[in-house]
């Protein structure tokens, strides 16, 4: 079965709301391949721990023909480097601020402890400072990311270019018959969205709006009109959610069929095949295209909308009739103990989550480590001026049940996630698990509504041990 919508209406896409803002190509950009992060090289490594250091630096990158545009990233200019590990290691990372104020370094999808090493709103590193942080690889291979969470300038940051890709690997995924050899036939692809002004430079202050930012220029991986050499039939594509506000509706030229394989934090139980495919902020979605029916010389499109986004140049390549096992992933479904009440989370109007702004130093709710629970995340604007709110836990992945009590999008069964599309008046209902102790952020990733106020915190706690923690105060950062 080849599924051929986006599983969402389209009175609910986000080009249907408050000051959308169309995408737009400036003048005299040429086409350009697709710059493709680096690996980040390890400080060092031994057979069970691997050191690293991510540094947040101020840069300058051409973008745009003319003046380079001031810019920021990790061990890079903009964005940052690919850092891929290994399920089971031990990762120690020195965090380095080189920028002239404070920032943080946030694990999304990564299962590690909060508050600090998950790298929110209460771990800072000061301008100039450097932080040591340590965990262990303990979830599936995936496309997690890291990126800036100070509170309340997570979207201003992040606009600067501070976000990048983690990639999991494990021995599951080393057994799959599926393209791996990264820049070859496996990319990494960050959708992105900013406006130039004067000089070629960002000026978010310019462009901000409370109901999310939009920018008129897309970029993927930070490449403006990229294109891409196919020179195998197969290429996998790792889909990343990189913008603040705006939503890709991809699909190709030719309606040609796009596999998932993978979402958020695992490979899927069932790939499934579809010719449109919706990607939210924060979300990620692993495809492989199959490019066997064109020839050297074809070029094969991907948009969203009908704005081209890459242009894939096909060249010649060696016929590949692999076919995938029908299973890739066996999820883990934790049992929930039926005696337990069912969370209950609101995305508000006026970026209020449960009816409140966020505040730092309040927990909004507990959960004990390890217990199964169902959530019940409702957004509860209307149908006529609402928007979809894509819902965000730190620190764990979660299964999703149900959508209005009715059956998930194909695309959600049998995949560990961590941030799911809500739509107006939708209430989905999650299984959530967390592994690890901690105080942890859950928001809408909508990052302007994010640093609104529409976010919470949870603390995940063992009754056998329990801890106190400090929270930073937004005055105290
Ligand atoms: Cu990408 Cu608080 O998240
Ligand atoms: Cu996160
Ligand atoms: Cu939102």
Redesign the pocket.
Known sequence: EVYTDYFVDEEDFDKNHFRYKKLNIPEGVEEQPLAVPPVLKPDKETETDVWFTIESIEGESQILPGEKTKTWGYNAPLLGQTMVVEEGKRVHVTLKNSLPELTTYHWHGMEVPGPITDGGCHAPVYPGEEKQIEFTVNQPAALTWLHAHPCPSTAAQVWMGLAMGVVITDKNEAKLPIPKQYGVDEFPVIFQDRTYHEHNQLDYRADYDAM?VFGETPLINGTVRPYVDVTTQKVRLLFLGGSNRREWRLHFDDDLVMTQIAGDDSFLQHPVKMTKILVTPGERLQVVVDFGQYHDGDIVNLYTDDFKLIEFRIHKFMADNSVFPDTLFTPEIPEVDPSLPVRKVT?DAH?MMNGKQFAMQRIDMKQRVGQAEYWDVTNTNSKEHG????FHIHGTHFLVVSRNGEKPFPNEIGVYKDTIPVRPGETVRLLVQFPLEGVFMYH???IE??DAG?MAQIEVFDPDHPKTYKLMDMATL
Do not use: A
């Not at 928007?387 to 894509?390: C, I, K, Q, R």
């Open positions: 999310g995305m970026n928007m979809l709110h894509p809408c990733h909508i509504h994010e529409m």
